[in-house]
């Protein structure tokens, strides 16, 4: 079993900056995908990215070139940069971390999430 703890959320203005951080603890060999989510009041968990082993990353188009996914493996620790925030980034973010097989991911660990509050 893999343990998540995100950190990094905050309240910022739009057009700012932050970046959140996802520790992670346990099996770590389990794993070979890590993504980030994100939940917003009245809304169900949208997908933001997603990096496996060996890089390969992929974002939803709401954040594409925007935000940027990275893994630190010597840390045990995902990353997700956010630029250019819009209001519409405020939600709770969660990152996930599972396993990967061409065209399905498979997220079995989660963490407790973090708030992400962006204003106008």
């Known amino acids: 079993q893999v343990q998540l703890v995100e950190s990094g959320g905050g309240l910022v203005q739009a057009g700012g900056s932050l970046r959140l951080s996802c520790a992670a603890s346990g ?8 993504g980030w989510y994100r939940q917003s009041p009245g809304k ?5 990215a997603h990096i496996i082993s060996g890089g390969s990353t992929n974002y939803a188009d709401s954040v594409k070139g925007r935000f940027t996914i990275a893994r630190d493996n010597a840390k045990n620790t995902c990353y997700l940069q956010m630029n250019s925030l ?14 990967w097989s ?5 997220m079995n ?9 962006v204003s106008s």
């Open 27 to 34: 099996l770590i060999p389990s794993i070979n995908a890590m």
């Open 44 to 48: 169900r968990r949208e997908w933001v």
């Open 86 to 99: 819009k209001p519409e980034d405020t939600a709770v973010y969660f990152c996930a971390a599972g396993t």
């Open 102 to 106: 061409p065209g399905v991911f498979t």
């Open 109 to 117: 660990s989660w963490g407790q999430g973090t708030q992400v509050t």
